[in-house]
């Protein structure tokens, strides 16, 4: 009997300890299946392909959250990117943090996205896709949205609560730098922080990152800024960005250090929704090198058309085409095409 009321007393423990503790399993597989096409005036390639991570990059992850009492709660989250083309994935690479939450807003240490990443895109026109002339792959023009490290190791997060419809992040990852005079990778310490507003149909975003690696002079840190604002008039969503990077080019994760590049970009676009599953969407944006010494400017431009459909809250299919030029002077136009379908799935 004394045995019993013992595991039953452990069994109302463990109920309770589950009762305030949660872990979630998610994840996104999203994939597409199209054509590139470049013209550089020398070679036309076009290239068949199937492409992981059309509207968002697949992934799967976990996270979870223990109730400590008073408002305050340890959380943790766990994220992979998949290749769903190839299946391959590299580890926690996306997210990987531990931390508090309360009325004081939100602590995290570890593998954190940046405040840069998290609202660099929020004005950004067909859904941040592949689509958009603002990415990758495929003719994507702007350096602020994919020259920057999204998702820095060793770092302090901090989120402040929603103050009137006003929110903030702010992060500083460590460089871990030995001074032994060998350039590793990690040594790179970013500063990173966003504003934002949100308030009926307006909305409005500020991100400012800057990184500075052991390799470079301090002078020549790296530094992306990016402004957007979008305004819902019912029957249309306006969206808008200015982005500027300085001492950056490659529009790729991890930009090449050029002393005193300067870029500026723009982009406008539109969302409209034709019924409560089916939204169409356009864009065109500008990004713009300023001539440094003798290499002359260089602009790129482009322009992206879509749709998506919605088959459930949890499935949508997508599809348009980009085109892309990049011009500069004494030097052959470069033409980019990409024409995608796709499928995204959450779980």
Known sequence: MKKSLIALAVLAASGAAMAQSSVTLYGIADVWVGNVSVDDGTTDTSTTLMHSGGVSTSRWGMKGSEDLGGGLKANFQLESAVSMDTGASTGFDRQAWVGFSGNFGDVRLGRVSSPFDNVQAASTALWDSDLSPVNNPGGGVFRTASGFIAKP???????????????????????????????????????????????????AQFAYQEEKRADVPTDDDFTFMRLGASYNF???????????????????????????????????????????????????????????????????????L????????????????????QEQTGVNDIETTVYAVGVKHTF
């Open 153 to 203: 190791t060793n770092t302090i997060y901090y989120k402040t609560p929603s103050f009137s419809g006003f929110g903030g992040e702010v992060s500083y990852s460590l460089d871990e730098d030995n001074e032994d005079g060998v350039f590793q990778p990690t040594e790179i310490a970013i500063t990173s922080l966003s504003l934002t507003y949100a308030a009926g149909p307006f909305a």
């Open 234 to 304: 019912g029957m249309a969503t306006a969206k808008a960005t200015y982005g500027r990077a300085e001492n950056a080019t490659g529009t790729v994760s991890g930009a090449t250090h050029t002393a005193d590049a300067k870029t500026d970009e723009w982009q406008i676009g539109v969302d409209v929704p034709m019924s409560s599953a089916l939204t169409l969407s356009a864009a065109y944006a500008v990004s713009t090198d300023e001539a440094i010494g003798a290499i002359p400017e260089v602009e790129r431009s482009g322009f992206g």
């Open 306 to 325: 879509g749709a998506a459909y919605s088959l459930s809250k949890r499935t949508t299919v997508y599809g348009g085409l980009k085109m892309a030029t």
